[in-house]
């Protein structure tokens, strides 16, 4: 069964570049997803699930979650839209793989670059993502293209015994990206990051670095702050008790369209579904079905159980020449200012995005794509 643990993929890379086979040591093989016989089941179970028509407590649109309206929309073209046939062989066109790391079967995707220059690079997501995030930046990062400043560029997707490589990590996926960068120095030679395994800094801790924030990054820093208060219920519910959400939604449909639903709407760009965004009802069907077809919602919640202090409250810069880079999103849920990602790393390019929000490779998968080519001014 497929997991989405980020931190078992870091486990297989630092294994993988101290030059271990990853053929024999983790058992990994090639992988086909055929989840079609328990598509009718799914989808039986959403058509019976009885929601009401509108409002129990009408006018607070999202402000108590996620809409009425929207959830009867959503399970609406779930069963009268949603191909889950046409959406498996799209997602079969990608090279799959499964591993065996300390008991966990993790799947991933491994994708080369016909460039025999290609940095090789390692995508890290976090929740409730899953590698479908990464699917629109996979195919162009392949292909040769060009930096800012002209020097031709690809990559390998993902780290399969590579000597070097880079890594990208946004959400949870940020703590074991940042963890390789600032501890195998020799073999992470560039990190990217949109978000920081470090809580944002507090206003007291602006206002002491004697920081003027530009018109976008104040509103980020004034999202961010709201969602520190109003949107981060899940986070202690997953970190203190994960089973009791995750087995009242194991085997609901609606309810985990609900649950994460509501995540990738109120966390993306308001004006998600329109270009660049790739964020749609459909993206977000697509998101669920596949948490629900693999059984993986009551795994994927104890991410935070298991990890209560993942995300650290000061500020130590790791000692590495490696470059760092750092999209910031304008919707997304932490905002952390250039001065303050200074102090984790050698930072060399800090990017901020007027579109955009916590999914950076759905919301806006170009300036994630431009971003993450910036390597190779810097790449040795």
């Keep these: 069964m497929m997991q989405f643990i980020s931190a078992s993929l870091f486990l297989m890379a630092t294994e993988l570049a101290k030059g271990v086979s990853a053929q024999d040591h983790f ?3 090639p992988f086909h997803i055929a989840l ?29 979650g996620i809409d009425t309206k929207v959830l009867n929309d959503l399970r609406s073209q779930w069963l009268s839209d949603f191909n889950w046939t046409r959406e498996q062989k799209e ?16 799947h991933y995707i491994h994708e080369k670059s016909s460039s025999p220059d290609a940095i090789p690079l390692m995508l890290l997501h976090g929740w409730p993502g899953s590698f479908l995030e990464f699917l629109p930046v996979i195919e162009p990062l392949t292909k040769k293209a ?16 590579y000597k070097t490589f880079a890594v990208h990590g946004t959400d949870w996926g940020a703590a074991p990206a940042y963890t390789l960068y600032a501890n195998y120095t020799k073999t992470v030679r560039a990190a990217h990051l949109a978000f920081l395994p470090v809580y944002p800094p507090t206003t007291a801790q602006i206002e002491a670095e004697d920081i003027t924030l530009t018109p976008l990054e104040q509103f980020e820093y004034q999202r961010a702050n709201e969602w520190a208060r ?33 995540k990738m709407i109120s966390w993306s760009d308001p004006r998600a579904g329109t270009p660049p965004s790739l964020i749609t009802h459909n ?28 995300f650290a409250t000061t ?19 932490g905002f952390w200012p250039r001065e ?12 901020n995005h007027d579109f955009g929000g916590h999914f950076p490779g759905l919301d806006n998968p170009p300036a994630l794509i431009e971003d993450l080519r910036q390597f190779k001014e810097y790449w040795n």
């Excluded at 219920?233 to 970190?239: A, L, N, P, R, S």
């Excluded at 596949?290 to 202090?309: E, K, R």
């Design 27 to 29: 058992n990994v093989r």
């Design 36 to 64: 079609e016989s328990h598509v009718p089941r799914m989808l039986n179970l959403a058509k019976e699930t009885r929601l009401p028509e509108s409002p129990i407590y009408p006018g607070l649109g999202s402000t108590a």
């Design 91 to 106: 997602l079969n066109q990608f090279h799959h793989y499964l591993a065996e790391i300390e008991g966990q079967t993790i």
């Design 146 to 161: 060009k930096t800012s400043t002209g020097r031709p560029v690809s990559f390998n997707i993902i780290i399969l015994g």
């Design 230 to 262: 109003s949107g981060d219920g899940y986070f202690v519910e997953q970190t203190f008790q994960p089973n009791t959400i995750g087995l009242a939604l194991q085997d609901s449909p609606v309810g985990q369209l609900s649950w994460i639903g509501e």
């Design 283 to 310: 993206e977000i069907l697509r998101s669920v079905s596949l948490y629900y077809l693999t059984q993986s919602f009551v795994s994927s919640a104890f991410i935070y159980f298991q990890n209560p202090n993942g």
């Design 315 to 333: 500020y130590t810069k790791a000692e590495t020449d490696a470059p760092l880079f750092f999209s910031s999103f304008k919707y997304n849920v």
């Design 340 to 351: 303050f990602v200074e102090k984790v790393g050698r930072l060399v390019e800090y990017r």
